[in-house]
């Protein structure tokens, strides 16, 4: 069975930065695909980054060139790097693994909340 824990979420200001984590529990996560997604306040949940196995990234428009996915397979660790935050940024931000049909999985969402 698949775990997904996120970490790294909080308050900031605008123009700052943070670096969410999501560690995986199981095996064979170098296989899996990797997602950010996020979901703010009466908003669908979207897609924000994500990353295959072999590394590739992809990124929605509106974080392109302010936030970076990246993952440790060694450490079974994906993460993303979010800098010159907005406050249209604010979310709950979720880690998402998927190997197959019926192989997917969420993590349980950390707060990352942009004011001044």
């Known amino acids: 069975q698949v775990q997904l824990v996120e970490s790294g979420g909080g308050l900031v200001q605008p123009g700052g930065s943070l670096r969410l984590s999501c560690v995986f529990s199981?095996?064979?996560?170098?296989?899996?695909?990797m997602a950010w997604y996020r979901q703010a306040p009466g908003k669908q949940r979207e897609l924000v980054a994500s990353i295959i196995s072999t590394g590739i990234p992809n990124y929605a428009n509106s974080v392109k060139g302010r936030f970076t996915i990246s993952r440790d397979n060694a450490k079974k660790t994906v993460y993303l790097q979010m800098n010159s935050l907005k406050p249209e940024d604010t979310a709950v931000y979720f880690c998402?693994?998927?190997?197959?049909?019926?192989?997917?999985?969420w993590g349980q969402g950390t707060q990352v909340t942009v004011s001044s």
């Open positions: 199981g095996n064979s996560f170098s296989t899996y695909f």
């Open positions: 998402y693994a998927k190997r197959g049909v019926g192989m997917e999985y």
